[in-house]
């Protein structure tokens, strides 16, 4: 029941990364998920600085136009590894069982 709950708020993904197929995870959703204090922009910086993540390695970035009033935001996809790693430092009940959770998936990959 729990990794039901866990499946259909986070989205596991392949992406072709520098042709290599990358297990990600939308890095807006897991922060969501999680309930992370921290508003997302900062929560997402200090987790490439903390971790030393490097882009089309760790994570992506994809850059989406928004209709409505014609900005661009910023799409983060993070691989299992680096969601782990963020999960486990959220310091929660939400955190520890999305660790769990992410590892049975790396672990079955």
Do not use: P
């Not at 490097?54 to 850059?63: A, G, P, T």
């Not at 691989?79 to 959220?90: G, Q, R, T, Y």
């Amino acid at each position: 029941m729990r990794d039901h709950l866990m499946q259909s708020f986070i989205n596991i993904e392949t992406k072709n990364i520098n042709g290599e197929l990358i297990t990600m995870v939308n890095a807006h959703d897991l922060h969501y998920f999680l309930g992370s204090k921290q508003d997302f922009n900062t929560w997402m910086k200090k987790g490439i600085s903390d971790f030393r993540l490097v882009e089309n390695k760790d994570f992506i970035c994809l850059h989406k136009k928004m209709e409505a009033n014609n900005a661009t935001i910023i799409d983060y996809h993070i691989s299992l590894d680096m969601a782990k790693e963020l999960s486990m430092v959220e310091g929660n009940e939400k955190g520890n069982l999305t660790r769990k959770y992410l590892q049975q998936i790396i672990c079955s990959c």
